[in-house]
């Protein structure tokens, strides 16, 4: 099989593991968890990588395509080393969701679906995380969940970032 794009061998064997705990017939039941890995290494999904897992899982590119771009977890762009994804779902919404939206927005000096200038921090809006009596909730990078957000607990948080990226 000749891919498009060169993925690590850990990676590939990432993939071939997920794609493992199926029925070969039904290999494209791996389809998130192939995106996943190669997001993980690369950090997005370009066309190019949804094309090499659509390869890989022998399935249209077109179907590949339509997994990465309906869940928000998977980036179709390339997005700053940390992504915040903030809960704008109705729950979160009645607990200062917005407010904590707001205050990220102008502490950050962008928009949702935009990257600061510096390339740290990439601002998405998301739907509920299933933590809404914890909200408002945020995700940083898709794997840590932050509760309770309020402008002090963001701040916080937002210079523990610039922390952890200038010591990386």
Request: proline content about 4%; hydrophobic content about 40%.
């Amino acid at each position: 099989m000749t891919t498009t794009l060169q993925l690590s061998d850990k990676t590939l064997a990432d993939i071939a593991r997920n794609v493992a705990k199926y029925p070969p017939e039904q290999k494209q039941s791996a389809v998130m968890a192939a995106l996943i890995a190669a997001q993980t290494e690369l950090g997005w999904v370009s066309s190019d990588v949804i094309a090499t897992i659509a390869q890989i899982l022998e399935m249209p590119t077109i179907a590949v395509e339509e997994v990465a771009t309906f869940y928000n977890m998977y980036n179709t762009k390339k997005i700053g080393k940390y992504k915040l994804v903030i809960c704008t779902n109705l729950p979160c919404q009645l607990t200062h969701g917005e407010t904590a939206a707001n205050h990220l927005k102008e502490t950050l000096g962008i928009g949702f679906n935009q990257t600061t200038p510096c390339g740290t921090f990439t601002l998405k809006e998301g739907e509920c995380m299933g933590a809404c009596g914890d909200s408002p909730v945020m995700l940083v990078n898709d794997k840590r969940m932050c509760s309770f957000m309020s402008k002090e607990k963001i701040d916080s948080l937002l210079t523990e970032l610039r922390a952890e990226g200038k010591s990386a």
